[in-house]
Structures are given as C-alpha cells and as structure tokens.
C-alpha cells in the first residue's frame, strides 16, 4: 500500500513539473521537441508493450493494454503534427 502511494505522489508531481516546463517553451522550438518527445512516446510504448505481455495478472495486463492504445495515439499523433509543422517550411514547387 505504501509503494502505491509513493508512485500516486510520484505521478502526481510528474504532471506539475511537465505541465510547468512545456508551458514555458518557446513556440520556435516546438517542432524539435516534438521530435525529441516522439522518440521518448516510441520508449513508452516499448515499456508498455513489455508491462502487457509480463504476465502479472489481469488487471496488470489491461492496464498495459491501456497503456499501449495511449501511447500509440500520442507517438503517431505526434509523428502527424511534426509532419505538418514541416510542410510550412517547404517551399512550393511552381
């Protein structure tokens, strides 16, 4: 019960910290960082792929499940906003 609760507080300050350090990025550096952040979702989905498959029960199982939907979404969510930043920097071929 207590390693819950430390992996609650944990995640709970993970998402102050990220929200606080995005928000003060510069709109110029986006399309790098979103570069750097689909390589970091491409991690996440190794790890949540790895959680699924290792057998710890059905709950540990779905929640990888759940873990692998979420992280996919985002690695190819990001893939397409990368993309599309992109395209504004090609010049037209006229």
């Given at each position: 019960?207590?390693?819950?609760?430390?992996?609650f507080y944990i995640f709970v300050l993970a998402i102050f910290i990220?929200?606080?350090?995005?928000?003060?990025?510069?709109?110029l550096l986006h399309t790098p960082?979103?570069?750097g952040s689909n390589a970091i979702s491409g991690?996440?989905?190794v790890?949540?792929?790895?959680?699924?498959?290792a057998g710890k029960g059905v709950l540990a199982s779905s929640l990888g499940l759940v873990a692998v939907i979420f992280a996919t979404v985002n690695v190819v969510g990001g893939?397409?906003?990368?993309?599309?930043?992109?395209?504004?920097?090609?010049?037209?071929?006229?």
């Open positions: 019960m207590e390693g819950l609760i430390i992996s990220g929200n606080e350090v995005i928000a003060k990025v510069p709109p960082l979103m570069s991690i996440t989905l790890g949540a792929i790895l959680s699924t498959g893939f397409m906003v990368t993309d599309r930043m992109l395209e504004m920097f090609k010049k037209d071929k006229k």
